[in-house]
């Protein structure tokens, strides 16, 4: 088993049991390492999600609904409803895998800050794979966040697909070759606990944040390419599904 399926198995499972699995863990001193990370990042994760919510969140919930409430009140807000979510993120993204700027685990992270983590963090692999996506192989990993490629030929070679964890959930991840560099798209679904931008640069890399019908779409690209042409080129090859 080479190294990427080894990845691949552990963020889908790290408690395989199948012989192949345990024979590469225990095979190679990286494999090991890589397993007992993942695994501790779900026994912290496991524990953020356990974080109780304070008693009188009811009661706080009901007060914030009336009408009548001033904007101005101090005291507890949304942030007790993303609580675990929030500890979660703050817990997970420790490890090796991404590291955020402090203020980004105070509040809403911003989707920014997550993209770029996401993109800088997994560039070591990311910028080498080539899987050879297909259509079919692509439209497997969008059509849970409902959409998908109606062509291949207009965004060009596929290179990887897959779901990486963001703030609150799963979402897309494709990246795609560009016309100087390799270009990362996510498919972030509505619900995800993140401060929106439009358009940011940051650490070398350029990118934007585009809203569609049921997702929101992230792409980010180096700072030679056409942002905006890139941007239409992904927008215009994606359709919706219901």
């Known amino acids: 088993m080479d190294e990427l399926e080894f990845r691949r198995?552990?963020?889908?499972?790290?408690?395989?049991?199948?012989?192949?699995?345990?024979?590469?863990?225990?095979?190679?001193?990286a494999n090991r390492q890589f397993l007992n990370e993942m695994k501790d990042f779900n026994h912290k994760l496991e524990r953020a999600m356990n974080v109780p919510l304070p008693e009188d969140l009811p009661r706080t919930l009901m007060l914030a609904a009336l009408?009548?409430?001033?904007?101005?009140?101090?005291?507890?807000?949304?942030?007790?409803?993303?609580?675990?979510?929030?500890?979660?993120f703050a817990l997970g993204f420790a490890t090796r895998f991404i590291h955020l700027p402090t203020e980004a685990v105070t509040g809403l992270p911003s989707i920014a800050q997550v993209a770029l983590a996401h993109v800088h963090t997994?560039?070591?692999?990311?910028?080498?794979?080539?899987?050879?996506?297909?259509?079919?192989?692509?439209?497997?990993?969008?059509?849970?966040?409902?959409?998908?490629?109606?062509?291949?030929?207009?965004?060009?070679?596929?290179?990887?697909?897959?779901?990486?964890?963001?703030?609150?959930?799963?979402?897309?991840?494709?990246v795609i070759a560009g016309e100087y560099e390799r270009i990362n798209i996510f498919l972030v679904p509505m619900d995800r606990p993140l401060r929106i931008e439009n358009r940011f640069?940051?650490?070398?890399?350029?990118?934007?944040?585009?809203?569609?019908?049921?997702?929101?779409?992230?792409?980010?690209?180096?700072?030679?390419?056409?942002?905006?042409?890139?941007?239409?080129?992904v927008r215009a090859s994606l359709e919706h599904v219901i």
């Open 9 to 29: 198995r552990v963020y889908t499972d790290p408690n395989d049991i199948h012989p192949d699995f345990l024979s590469a863990s225990t095979d190679h001193a």
């Open 67 to 88: 009408p009548e409430q001033p904007k101005h009140r101090e005291g507890p807000s949304w942030r007790y409803l993303a609580v675990a979510a929030s500890v979660a």
């Open 122 to 174: 997994e560039m070591p692999f990311t910028r080498n794979v080539d899987e050879q996506v297909t259509l079919i192989a692509a439209n497997a990993k969008l059509e849970p966040y409902g959409a998908r490629l109606g062509d291949i030929s207009r965004v060009g070679r596929i290179y990887y697909a897959n779901h990486c964890m963001f703030p609150g959930g799963t979402v897309a991840h494709l």
């Open 201 to 233: 640069v940051g650490q070398g890399l350029q990118g934007e944040v585009v809203q569609m019908q049921n997702y929101r779409l992230v792409i980010v690209t180096g700072m030679q390419e056409n942002l905006s042409q890139v941007t239409g080129t």
